[in-house]
């Protein structure tokens, strides 16, 4: 029986070292029955080892773990679904080849040889009519739109009978319409008794969704308080210890001649399906062109095939006026075109080789870094150092393989590679994805000096906040087709892009002005 | 889950991820691997009936007993060095090149065949003319797995593996048929060569210039990888090849060329295999120098200069080996198992670089 006054869960005295480093110390935090409890922290702040505890994936030191009253202890993920915590990864651990309803029953223990699939598709369904979390259970996982997938996830955790949902991150794949019905759909889940934790960076959302929040900082608690009782400000500030003006100035500025143009580009996607039709746009001297979209939509194409590494189907891409499409990707970047991509360690950057040898990646072949054919070490070791200190980068020496380093620091060394030597264009895409404030505002800075200094900047971004602030113009993407580029993007409501990111096209979506 | 029940302490073990890998690991794991690998190995000569003691001692004073041990331990370590810094070179960017043997006789018939067909009576251009052949030949042979699999991503380990075979039969094609020696009394090799196509001898020993030619080879070879633009972009290509896309990097170009370069150091070992030492083409002439050297090139960490002395440690087991079967009268192959062993280990050591074990007592 558990009465209202004990929490579903409760996690007492958490601590937990990865050789020498305290991952969390002392944590204590709870969810109770029909809340939604915010986990906030920068990265390596400890939230996502504290929810792999509750999540059965480690196992903590010392400290406890009690589940409606009784004591426990998760040896695997197995035992904490048992226990009623489900958990939805901003990676789905979905199997994309099998179908919706197959995907419900992944990892369930003592089903009959005979899958009833009957029964396991109307139990589906009762559960999406009463979350409003609409799905067709016969369709196949990797044909739904990320949004979808998300549903099938939730619906996972609520076909195991979960009463207790993490929520890592779920907001940062949605449209703003799509979150709206999710967070509708965590709604009804409180309002039945469940209880849910909500991980997140965005401070809107978690003032908007959740009753408590709790801060990580440090693998300690800074602080755990009632949403109504708090501020974004005074968030920002537990999360961070100091005080942080939170938004980045942006001064006007008079766009200059065509940098960077795409004339009518069409490409394909790794899969081999056109993921980008017919695009044609324009990047200004000192001018930040903001792309608006919802993951997957063709960014990372565009990105691509500006920076020179996707080839074009149709369409041509020009610099200053000369036509450049077709040239190797290695003249893209000695033409003073730079790309900061989304996948830090997966693209970007090399993790096994150290901060000397991934700050050359771009210039290890020409002087002063390169003599002739050799590689002269004494000048990367100044070069590095400088862009370690210009941009700085915290790592315990030049000799550290890129892999220790935290993902803002990943961040302003990528950053310090591609910005250092003025480049003409540079096509960033989320680059704040995942960083801590502090090293956001830096990464947002750093991308108006280079407008300020008369770069084109391409910037792909998830946060829409974000966009607004920094772009002098807007493009919206969707399904690889441009809706259509705002003028005026601080000025345009969010519903107004949402129904852009959703397929609207610019002329058909009644631009209202004002409200955020 | 639980299991068991009652109170009171148990030791627990835990695997967990190392945050970061001491220096002093990559010489320590290889080092522990490699004792383990004896210790287990003692394990199958005990069963074998013999005492692992005595065989290993017997072995090492084979090995390292007198000046004809440790010259005929550095005459077995000389191919097995050049064929290890050959695939190490591949391994470097995440390509397998599995097939340095086959390309190690493709070397060797290419410089049988510069010496029936191509006879010039001076040892320097003879010998020059027969390494450029032996680099061309295994080049080509690597190359054609390479450009299979930089144009269609068939996978090179198969294909190397494959074309040893072809390599293999290719040259017992040749030595039992058109190039065998009429005065062999049937044996299947071709008729020694002639002074000039021969790599001085060193020392009064079986040791030859090829001695100098792996010596060089690594040098060089540590230099073009740590010092310069290629060496670079190969190291880029095989830790992230995502980002070498990103920067600029031809990969399909340097698959290619890496596995010419590979395959050419490997035919020139097998050159300085018949040239300097066997005198001729004969059949079954390597003894898998180009399998061990996948061993060597692992235990080294795919570093060039270890290679040498890698190579002069497997030299030593290989040379132990005999000795085994001669005083204890243990098949060849169980040298093959002991090498088995250290591979095995080596790279199940592998692991403890970025995982640790943990004991730790809880209250259950």
């Not at chain 1, 003032?207 to 440090?218: A, E, S, Y």
């Not at chain 2, 510069?114 to 680099?135: E, K, N, Q, T």
């Not at chain 2, 098949?331 to 093959?336: Q, R």
Request: net charge neutral; aromatic share 8%.
């Amino acid at each position: 029986m558990t009465d209202t006054e004990t929490p579903l869960i409760s996690m007492k005295g958490i601590t937990k070292r990865f050789t020498g480093v305290v991952a969390n110390q002392d944590v204590d935090f709870d969810v109770r029955r029909g809340e939604v409890h915010a986990l906030l922290g920068e990265n390596g702040a400890g939230k996502s080892t504290l929810m792999n505890i509750l999540y059965g994936l480690y196992r903590p030191d010392s400290g406890a773990i009690t589940v409606g009253g009784v004591g426990r202890t998760f040896a695997s993920p197995r035992d904490a679904i048992a226990a009623g915590i489900g958990m939805v990864h901003q990676h789905f651990m979905l199997i994309q080849s099998q179908k919706v309803w197959e995907n419900m029953i992944l990892g369930l223990e003592s089903l009959p040889e005979i899958l009833p699939r009957r029964d396991i598709i109307r139990r589906i369904a009762d559960l999406s009519a009463q979350y409003g979390l609409e799905v067709d259970p016969m369709a196949n996982v990797w044909q739904l739109s990320v949004g979808e997938q998300q549903r099938v996830a939730i619906l996972q955790m609520l076909y195991r009978k979960a009463n207790v949902l993490i929520l890592d991150e779920p907001t940062a794949v949605l449209t703003p319409q799509e979150a709206e019905r999710l967070f509708e759909t965590i709604r009804q889940m409180t309002s039945e008794g469940h209880g849910v934790v909500f991980i997140s960076h965005k401070l809107d959302e978690v003032m908007r969704i959740t009753n408590r929040v709790t801060i990580l900082r440090r693998g300690r608690v800074a602080g755990s308080v009632d949403t109504a009782a708090t501020s974004k400000e005074q968030l920002a500030e537990m999360m961070m210890g100091e005080k942080i003006p939170f938004s980045v100035s942006k001064p006007p500025m008079r766009p200059g001649e065509r940098i960077l143009e795409a004339e009518g580009i069409t490409v394909l996607g790794d899969r081999g399906f056109p993921s980008l039709s017919d695009v044609t746009l324009e990047v200004r001297a000192n001018e930040i062109l903001g792309v608006a979209g919802v993951a997957g939509n063709g960014q990372q194409e565009l990105c691509e095939a500006l920076a020179g590494l996707r080839k074009l189907e149709s369409g041509r891409i020009l610099l200053s006026g000369t036509n450049i499409s077709g040239m190797s990707s290695r003249t893209f970047i000695d033409l003073g075109i730079r790309y900061i991509p989304a996948d830090r360690k997966g693209t970007g950057l090399v993790p096994n080789m150290n901060v000397e040898e991934n700050s050359i990646l771009k210039k290890y072949w020409s002087r002063p870094v390169a003599r002739g054919m050799m590689i002269d070490w004494k000048r990367v070791f100044e070069f590095a150092r400088s862009l370690v200190s210009r941009y700085s980068v915290s790592t315990p020496s030049l000799a550290t393989p890129v892999r220790n380093l935290s993902g803002g620091n990943l961040q302003k060394l990528m950053l310090g590679r591609e910005l250092s030597d003025s480049p003409q264009v540079v096509i960033a895409m989320h680059p704040t994805w995942g960083l801590d404030v502090s090293a956001t505002r830096f990464v947002r800075e750093q991308l108006l000096e280079e407008r300020k200094n008369g770069a084109a900047v391409l910037l792909v971004s998830e946060d829409l906040d974000e966009l607004q602030a920094l772009s002098d113009r807007l493009a919206v993407l969707c399904k690889g087709e441009l809706m259509g580029i705002i003028d005026n993007p601080a000025d345009v409501s969010r519903e107004s892009v949402g129904l852009m990111m959703a397929g609207t096209p610019l002329e058909s979506v009644a631009l209202c002005t004002g409200g955020a | 889950m639980r299991i068991g029940s009652g109170s009171g302490k148990k030791l627990t073990l835990t695997i967990e991820k190392r945050l970061e890998s001491p220096g002093a690991l990559r010489f320590v794991i290889p080092s522990v691997s490699l004792l383990a690998a004896l210790a287990t190995g003692a394990v199958f000569l005990f069963l074998m009936g013999v005492s692992p003691f005595e065989a290993y001692s017997a072995m090492f004073r084979a090995a390292f007993g007198d000046g004809y041990g440790i010259s005929e331990t550095i005459v077995k370590s000389i191919p097995i060095s050049m064929a290890a810094v050959a695939v190490m070179l591949t391994f470097t960017m995440l390509i397998y090149n599995i097939g340095a043997e086959g390309q190690i006789f493709m070397g060797a018939i290419a410089s049988a065949a510069v010496v029936r067909y191509c006879f010039v009576d001076s040892a320097p251009a003879m010998l020059l003319m027969m390494i450029a052949a032996a680099g061309t030949a295994g080049g080509l042979w690597a190359a054609l797995a390479g450009y299979l699999k930089a144009r269609w991503n068939v996978n090179e380990i198969i294909s190397t593996l494959m074309l040893n075979y072809v390599a293999i039969h290719l040259m017992d094609y040749f030595v039992y048929g058109p190039w065998r020696d009429p005065a062999s009394l049937g044996f299947p090799m071709t008729a020694p060569f002639p002074g000039v196509a021969r790599l001085p001898l060193l020392f009064g020993t079986r040791i030859h210039m090829g001695l100098f030619v792996a010596v060089f080879l690594a040098l060089l070879f540590f230099v073009l990888i740590r010092h310069t633009r290629w060496g670079y972009e190969i190291r880029v290509i095989g830790e992230n090849p995502r980002a070498a896309g990103f920067a600029g990097m031809n990969y399909v170009r340097n698959v290619i060329l890496v596995m010419f370069i590979s395959g050419a150091i490997a035919g020139i070992a097998g050159m300085c295999e018949v040239s300097g030492l066997q005198g001729r083409l004969q059949h079954g002439f390597s003894a898998g120098y180009g399998y061990t050297a996948i061993i060597v090139a692992w235990l080294s960490q795919l570093h060039p200069i270890a290679i040498l002395f890698v190579s002069f440690l497997i030299g030593a087991l290989l040379v132990g080996g005999e000795t085994l079967q001669i005083v204890m009268r243990l098949p060849l192959s169980s040298t093959l198992i002991l090498q088995g062993l250290i591979l095995f280990f080596v790279l199940g050591g592998e692991i403890f670089k970025t995982y640790r074990i943990r004991f730790q007592r809880e209250d259950a």
